[in-house]
């Protein structure tokens, strides 16, 4: 019988796909692992998924020399860097080895596509809060008119409470204003269930309050990607007392910002 060894079939294998692949593909995937190697390599998992469930897979590297600019140009063009979770396109050459197997090479990707994702999946939350019936419920809510009992969402720790707090001890008119902070990551992973359960700690006691206000200084566009979550929106949008916001710079819009009562550009301005 006619046999081959693993070696010889594999040198086969690529043999074969040297011969009839393109020299390079623009695929769609989505980052499902990341990290870097001291050397500077970025080694990639990525992945396909089809409502929630990975239906195909490939590993990947992006090597140092290409990595050092790629990863500083993607992040000033799209204000975030290359991450887990990342949607992208990106330009592949198709690489098989004898002993480690199919893997991808990325030279190049595209921000703009990653962009249009981001506003996408924004657009896609506006319209499921719309569709849901609850987008401008925070905004019926009547405003008090002197508010002196507020409570306050924000890290303790941040500029942005100590000048809104600086801006009531001294306002001009004099008035007795009781603030009541309920501690809150602002920023990462656990930034919006952290919110929703200082939300959930005020619900539970909202008698005792006028209004809430949710505050964060400026940051970077992935420092504020908390703040366009459909749950956190969602419990913004039916909170029963009225919520102003006060998150980033005078440019930075949130759907927390579209959700409440009222947006105002800076911590200092609410």
């Known amino acids: ?86 949607k992208i396109l990106c330009n592949v050459s198709i690489q098989y080895h004898e002993l480690y197997g199919l893997s991808l090479n990325v030279k190049d990707i595209d921000a703009n596509y990653t962009l249009g994702e981001r506003a996408r999946r924004r657009q896609e939350i506006i319209d499921q809060l719309v569709q849901d019936g609850i987008f401008e419920l925070n905004k019926e809510l009547r405003l008090p008119m002197v508010a002196q009992r507020i409570a306050v969402i924000s890290s303790p720790s941040a500029a942005g409470y100590g000048d809104f707090t600086e801006q009531l001890d001294q306002n001009h008119k004099g008035y007795d204003v009781q603030i009541t902070l309920f501690k809150a990551a602002m ?26 206000v949710i505050i964060r200084g400026g940051g970077s566009q992935i420092d504020l990607d908390c703040f ?42 609410v």
Request: aromatic share 8%.
């Open 1 to 86: 019988m006619e046999h081959l060894t693993l070696l010889e079939l594999n040198k086969t294998v690529k043999a074969t796909l040297d011969a009839n692949l393109q020299p390079t593909y623009w695929v769609v995937a989505e980052i499902g692992e990341l990290r870097t190697h001291q050397s500077g390599h970025c080694y990639l998992e990525l992945v396909e998924k089809s409502e929630d469930k990975v239906v195909a897979k490939s590993r990947a590297t992006i090597w140092s020399y290409t990595y050092r600019n790629l990863s500083v140009w993607f992040e000033g063009i799209t204000g975030e860097p290359l991450k887990k979770g990342l």
């Open 187 to 212: 920023q990462g992973d656990s930034a919006a269930e952290s919110i929703i359960n200082a939300l959930l700690s005020i619900h539970n006691q909202s008698d005792q309050y006028d209004l809430v």
């Open 228 to 269: 366009d979550h459909y749950e956190l929106a969602a419990h913004i949008a039916q909170f029963p007392i009225p919520i102003l916001t006060g998150i980033g710079h005078e440019r930075d819009e949130t759907i927390a910002d579209l959700v409440a009562h009222t947006k105002l550009k800076t911590p200092t301005a």
